[in-house]
């Protein structure tokens, strides 16, 4: 069944389709018992990599989920495909964090196709080191996280945060928290030499300030961490020179590279009833850092 889909003006496209899937893994008995069953959830950038793990994790655990891409349908659709595999219903939205009309009408469609949304991941961020984004200057390069990674992150949680805040104010009985998960880096606070390192430092401390500050704004009805992932072997590390892959594994205490699913464990944990006592808090996912 489609609940909607529209061309708009600019680079925005945005559709969300209902999916039904013959096969539950998880019998409709049971899933009272899953720890988010009933929640409606949002991953964005959940087309790939640490958003498609973190929305595979969250669907096993009883939540419904949007899952956001920006240009690729068809990858979107097969993590869509892989969530209503779980029983789970699921969406596709596309569109273009960097611009603002795509955030407001993407929190708008979003709101609406379940009657709300209980957990908020901004995970999306611009890709900078691999493709055709590699060879770009420092400068364009930082432009682009900034309308991404941090101008969108902060857009969203706040067009979002202050839906959750209200709908929380009209209910009879205090609901379970809802909550909001952004992404940050675990080098960020200490620092790292290069053109990456001062570039993903201000960028993702930029997010970990506002994760905390929106915290103490949004409480105590809504609950906001930030999850500050380190080494993890996404598609860039996957393909990183002998160099990058020796230092990755010498700077974590567990001696390897962090996978897409450690860091969905971690996310799981911060946006269920398990965590309703933790909140404006970062939290590292990096094996324990080893300090050179």
């Known amino acids: 069944m489609t609940i909607s889909g529209a061309n708009y003006k600019g680079n925005w496209t945005c559709f969300t389709r209902l999916l039904t899937s013959a096969r539950v893994t998880h019998p409709v008995s049971t899933l009272a018992g899953l720890p988010l069953a ?38 979107a659709q097969s993590v869509a495909d892989e969530v209503a595999a779980l029983g789970r219903k699921s969406a596709v939205m596309l569109a273009d964090i960097a611009v603002a009309a795509d ?14 949304v209980d957990i908020w991941i901004n ?4 890709d900078v080191l691999t493709g055709e984004a590699a060879g770009w200057p420092f400068t364009r390069k930082l432009e682009q996280l900034w309308r991404v990674d941090v101008a969108g992150t902060i857009e969203l949680s706040r067009l979002v945060g202050g839906r959750m805040k209200e709908r929380a104010a009209h209910l009879d009985a205090p609901p379970p928290t809802s ?28 997010i970990m300030a506002f994760s905390r500050s929106l915290a103490q704004s949004l409480a105590p009805d809504v609950r906001v961490n930030c999850l500050c992932p380190g080494w993890i072997r996404t598609a860039w590390g996957a393909e990183a020179s002998a160099y990058w892959q020796s230092r990755a594994v010498r700077q974590s205490l567990r001696e390897r590279w962090g996978t897409p699913e450690d860091v969905a464990r971690a996310a799981l944990f911060l946006v269920s009833p398990a965590a309703d006592f933790v909140t404006g808090q970062i939290v590292n996912v990096n094996g324990g850092f080893r300090y050179e």
Do not use: P, Y
């Open 38 to 75: 009933g929640q409606v959830a949002v991953v964005t950038g959940a087309s790939g990599g640490i958003g498609r793990a973190i929305a595979l994790a969250l669907a096993e655990a009883g939540a419904d989920v949007v899952v956001h891409g920006c240009h690729s349908a068809e990858r």
């Open 103 to 116: 955030r407001e009408r993407m929190a708008e469609e979003a709101w609406k196709w379940r009657g709300g």
């Open 123 to 126: 995970n999306a961020g611009a």
């Open 179 to 206: 909550t909001i998960l952004n992404i940050g880096w675990d080098q960020a606070e200490q620092g790292m030499a290069g053109d990456s390192g001062e570039m993903f430092a201000a960028v993702k401390g930029a």
